[in-house]
């Protein structure tokens, strides 16, 4: 049984830059949540997809969207990249209407 | 607004010593969730226990324990023996049901667990 999976394990991007960063659920999920986690931080929630739509959305600019596709995959889009935005992208899916969430091994994005 | 806190910020012990992370939670709904969390230096969250809110049942499962006390909104883990492998960051988080039926936890910012040969 896969658990979920995210691709690519390591990026550096430069300022302004954007990124695509990509995630595959676990066997029988169809709901992907994204989490951003800086250096020495819990994991912060940016937006949860479920069937195809942006269901909840975290405290995160404009910058920061996402897509879901039919077969339950989905990927986190950021523009205009700042050094901030340095951090663990760490993807979680779930099964709709389940409160437990199962995580990927995460993208460490680095901006320079 | 649902809150954790983990006052420990780092513990250091010796490999076969018991230890016990805290997890203080704060929040207005009489359902919700608790879990926690290990964290390797991988980087991968891996799912260790969760708890609803009408279960206070504590639970032991091998090296780990879990004490949930809703009278002082506390959700400890203890490891008993460590070992070595059991190095890792450990993290609280907490569920309430959003709209929608949708479940975001919120993470408290982890204890990094140490444990020395």
């Known amino acids: 049984d896969a658990g979920v999976t995210q691709s690519p394990t390591h990026l550096i991007k430069t300022r302004g830059q954007q990124v695509t960063l990509r995630c595959s659920p676990k066997s029988g999920h169809d709901t992907v949540s994204w989490y951003q986690q800086a250096l020495g931080q819990g994991p912060q929630f940016i937006f949860q997809?479920?069937?195809?739509?942006?269901?909840q959305r975290g405290n995160f600019p404009d910058r920061f969207s996402g897509h879901q596709f039919p077969n339950y995959s989905s990927e986190l889009n950021v523009n205009a990249l700042l050094l901030g935005d340095s951090a663990l992208y760490l993807c979680?899916?779930?099964?709709?209407?389940?409160?437990?969430?199962?995580f990927g091994p995460g993208t460490r994005l680095t901006v320079l | 607004a649902q809150k954790v806190t983990q006052a420990q910020t780092e513990i250091s012990v010796v490999e076969k010593e018991d230890v016990t992370l805290d997890c203080v939670y704060e929040t207005r709904d009489t359902t919700y969730y608790l879990f926690w969390y290990k964290q390797p230096p991988s980087g991968e969250l891996v799912f260790l226990i969760r708890?609803?809110?009408?279960?206070?049942q504590n639970e032991i499962s091998g090296r780990y324990s879990w004490n949930f006390q809703k009278s002082t909104s506390s959700f400890n883990f203890t490891i008993t023996a460590s070992q070595v492998v059991d190095s890792a960051v450990y993290f609280c988080a907490l569920s309430e049901a959003a709209s929608g039926g949708s479940y975001i936890p919120t993470f408290g910012r982890g204890t990094s667990l140490i444990v020395h040969p």
């Open positions: 997809y479920y069937e195809e739509e942006e269901r």
């Open positions: 708890r609803n809110s009408f279960d206070e």
């Open positions: 979680a899916s779930s099964s709709s209407g389940s409160d437990t969430q199962y």
